[in-house]
């Protein structure tokens, strides 16, 4: 699992019962605000003996924020 950032706004209907939003006011997090994440850079990072720390195979990304979000590319 990767989270980039974290992040969302609600644009849509769609966006009614979105659990970003909800996870987000149990934490107290504004989840109107677009951050990066510790782990931004986890898919390039590397052990000591040179290996990548994220296995390769099947990786879940974004599950606190819309991965276009525009402002993630700022």
């Known amino acids: 699992m990767w989270d980039p950032w974290r992040g969302c706004h609600k644009c849509s209907d769609g966006c009614l019962h979105c659990y970003i939003h909800k996870g987000d006011v149990k934490r107290g997090i504004d989840t ?38 525009e402002e993630a590319d700022r």
């Open 32 to 69: 109107n605000q677009i951050v990066r994440t510790k782990g931004f850079r986890k898919p390039v990072e590397k052990k000591k003996n040179g290996e990548y720390k994220m296995k390769p195979g099947l990786v879940y990304v974004c599950f606190s924020s819309d991965f276009l979000i």
